[in-house]
């Protein structure tokens, strides 16, 4: 078989290149020596290593003739780039985003323009009625004048800008969702806004600078704790010492106090304590702000009111009329197709960007804003707060 005889020749090429090795060194030693025995030795393998391969060769049967040719099968490693260089390219979902459901804190008011709007509240009672004893006149009365409050509106924006090329060879919409993430920017950036009306330094020191328990305290989040809270609510007057109806409603909290907060609405009774003392802290409606700053256990949280029920409003947060939410904006193709050069032409895909680089430009724009005092922060009325830092046990 064609096998045996390619075995065979394969041996005798081997065995003629050791000899010729061997003559070689002969050459240059200049003399004559019989093989050494190393050399026999390997020769002596070489036909040992064939008559075993041919041996197993014995009982297959031969499906070739005489003038068969071989053929080489063709495997994928003699395809480096064509097969071998496997290309899978898929597009992975990326991450889930926290939500920041702050729309319960803030009170919403609208303005006409970017110019600053005057609000009034009222913050006093007028005075109480006194004994007139027989042929006498009261007394005249007073009333304080209205709180004043402005703020105004401003433009938060952002733009990108993509070429025409990076577009068009987008196989795996990675800029599909580019609309949907400009949409995501402009609400995290209204969250972290809002989160920044209490977190703030100046906010803090007013709530903290009143040096009273009705507005703040250092004690970790408890059962405990949020009862002290809602004692300070409970005991808010109004510019003329008058009690007010401010009754702690929400409690906004650090995103390492969710299990925290769990337990505190979880349990008839008082949670820390080993005591069968009734659990009184837990009617709250618990709001986690994700961007809140803070490292294990020194979580801090605040309380606040709900507005709608008392009108004592924590914050405001002003939008521009006709502007409720964030818009998407592109910039129109200043190119048109023609066909003649003198001819009139016709409107392009805006995909085609601009017609001196091809950039397609596209913005997210949003309008708000808020009340904001360099004594008092960002609190419309800072008896609708309530902060703790978080620090004693």
Request: glycine share 8%; charged share 25%; proline share 5%.
């Amino acid at each position: 078989m064609i096998r045996r005889r390619l075995l065979r020749a394969m041996a005798e090429i081997y065995k003629g290149e050791l000899n010729d090795k061997f003559e070689q060194r002969n050459a240059k030693a200049g003399q004559i020596v019989c093989p050494p025995d190393a050399v026999n030795k390997r020769l002596a393998e070489v036909d040992r290593q064939i008559e075993a391969v041919d041996h197993r060769l014995d009982g297959i049967p031969s499906f070739e003739t005489v003038d068969a040719d071989l053929h080489e099968t063709m495997m994928s490693a003699d395809f480096p780039y064509a097969i071998t260089s496997y290309v899978a390219r898929m597009m992975i979902p990326g991450y889930e985003k926290k939500a920041f459901n702050f729309e319960p804190l803030v009170w919403n008011d609208t303005l006409a323009n970017f110019l600053p709007h005057n609000r009034y509240q009222h913050r006093d009672s007028i005075d109480d009625l006194e004994l007139v004893i027989e042929k006498g006149r009261a007394r005249p009365g007073s009333k304080d004048d209205a709180t004043p409050r402005v703020y105004q509106v401003y433009r938060w924006e952002k733009q990108y800008d993509f070429s025409w090329e990076a577009l068009r060879n987008d196989d795996l919409a990675y800029f599909s969702d580019q609309a949907q993430l400009m949409g995501q920017s402009a609400r995290r950036t209204l969250e972290k806004f809002v989160s920044r009306m209490y977190t703030n330094a100046t906010s803090i020191t007013k709530l903290t600078g009143l040096a009273s328990v009705l507005f703040s305290q250092n004690g970790r989040l408890t059962s405990s704790r949020v009862s002290e809270a809602r004692m300070g609510f409970n005991q808010r007057v109004d510019s003329r010492n008058q009690p007010i109806n401010a009754r702690l409603a929400y409690i906004v909290h650090h995103a390492g106090l969710v299990d925290t907060v769990r337990q505190i609405l979880g349990s008839e009774l008082v949670p820390e304590l080993a005591t069968n003392g009734i659990n009184v802290g837990r009617n709250f409606i618990p709001i986690e702000d994700p961007y809140i700053v803070g490292t294990a256990p020194n979580l801090p949280w605040w309380g606040f009111t709900n507005w709608r029920e008392n009108n004592v409003r924590p914050f405001v947060l002003a939008r521009m009329e006709g502007w409720p939410g964030p818009r998407i904006f592109r910039k129109t193709s200043d190119i048109e197709a023609v066909s003649d050069m003198l001819g009139s032409g016709s409107a392009v895909s805006p995909i085609m960007g601009d017609f001196d680089t091809g950039n397609v430009v596209v913005k997210v724009a949003d309008i708000f804003g808020t009340y904001t005092d360099g004594t008092e922060g960002e609190y419309f009325d800072y008896r609708g707060g309530y902060y703790s830092a978080g620090t004693a046990p």
